[in-house]
């Protein structure tokens, strides 16, 4: 749980002429600062997450000729960054966060140009790539993890983000092969992933590894046992040529429904969690800034521009009428992904603070039992089955209209009354002899904590014991 640069980025650029003018220091602490004002760090939001575009060069070209250090590692970006990664990341967490950090697989081109020595190793960066070169669509080169020093390169740089103080690690573009959504991913990047898991593990210091983007459920198998989490979907941002003033729109969230349905039984503590992506739930209101903010708009790329302060940028909203950004809540804290929020925190209004601070439905998020469909169809129902003989059950609306959706017992398995209370209103709602209907507006959704009667036990691919080993469990 927490919040990701990456939403911002990839609107704020269109409002600023030069670039990505949002990813910088003075925005992520503000936002820091934002999630434990807010109450949200209070209620179990920790993780600050930086995306790509935070270093000098080797993501993108932000200033001048690329840098790395000696070891052809990456380094801050010096303009939007110059209190530098570890003093960052020191900030992050005096606020009671955790820090994380965005990378990708292979070595940089400039780095391989340069032939930089590998810590730790006699060997150099042009004896571990693989000949001849194959550039993945980020333009890294692959690494052929069977030559001398590939693996010594991978644990250098796991080295470098455990030294700075990250507790998250993001590798995007992992694939095996093409991607589901058809981006040119030609490599296979499952020896990458082995050696960062690996490495992050010989650090000593505990860093959840996040693969993006949406990954092959060919291979899951993999990512669970080298993960602890992957992206099962795209981008949930909307182009920012469709929507100019939203981060999303219903029509992203929409396919998340059946795209999940395929996972859910790869999920767990064992195994590691379905990610939906980022959240954009918190802002459904607040369309400019505030003339005092302390944010500001920062350019480096191709030369250093005098920063800007963000009251001159439009604030995006999420893009969802209010029940879409309480449906939106109520998916990703059914199938447990992650609650990685997209909204700028400085702008958070009532009603997403509503949605963000109801324990209730974040103990749902955090149950460890990913729920299934139960349900099927326009009005699908999902429910958890939990270790107490328990349930909770998402009821969702999915047409363009206001219908009822109902759910039998008989669905989640159990026969006799149950009591009822419904998450979101807070209130217990019903004693049922056979089951539970109400009424949904169009995109609505409902989320109940249904007790049975007589409660047993369930007896499901997911052990009501203490699962035993990790998603790191397979060396």
Known sequence: MGWTTWSMQAHVATSEATGDGFQNETNIRANSDAMRQSGLTAHGFKYINIDGDWDNGNLCQCGGPTTFDTWGRPVANVVRFPSGMAALAAYIHHNGQKAGIYWENGVPPAVYTANTPILGSTHRVQEIVSQPLVADNNGFYQIDYTKPGAKEYTASIAQLFAQWGFDYLKIDFTQVGMAPYGQNLPIDHRPSIQAYARAIAATGRPIYLNLSFAQNHDYASWWQAWSNGRRVDGDVECSRHKCPTSLTQWSNILPRFSDLILWTTNAGTARGWNDLDSLEIGNGTNVAYPADTPE????????????????????????????????????????????????????????????????????????????NVVVEGNTPVWAQNLCDGSYYVALFNLTDASTQVSVNWSNLGFTGHASVRDLWARQNVSNAATGYTTTLNAHASSLLHVRPQNPAPPSDWISCEAETGSPFNSW
Do not use: C, H, K, Y
């Not at 969802?320 to 958070?348: C, F, H, K, V, Y």
């Open 296 to 371: 500001i708009l920062i350019d480096s790329d191709p030369a250093p521009t005098a920063a800007v302060s963000m009251s001159t940028s439009p604030a995006f909203v999420d893009g969802l009428s209010n029940d879409e950004r309480q449906t939106a809540m109520t998916l990703w804290s059914i199938g447990n992904s992650p609650l990685q929020l997209g909204d700028d925190l400085t702008l958070l209004d009532s009603f997403g603070i509503r949605l963000l601070t109801n324990d209730e439905v974040i103990a749902v998020d955090q149950s460890g039992r990913p729920g």
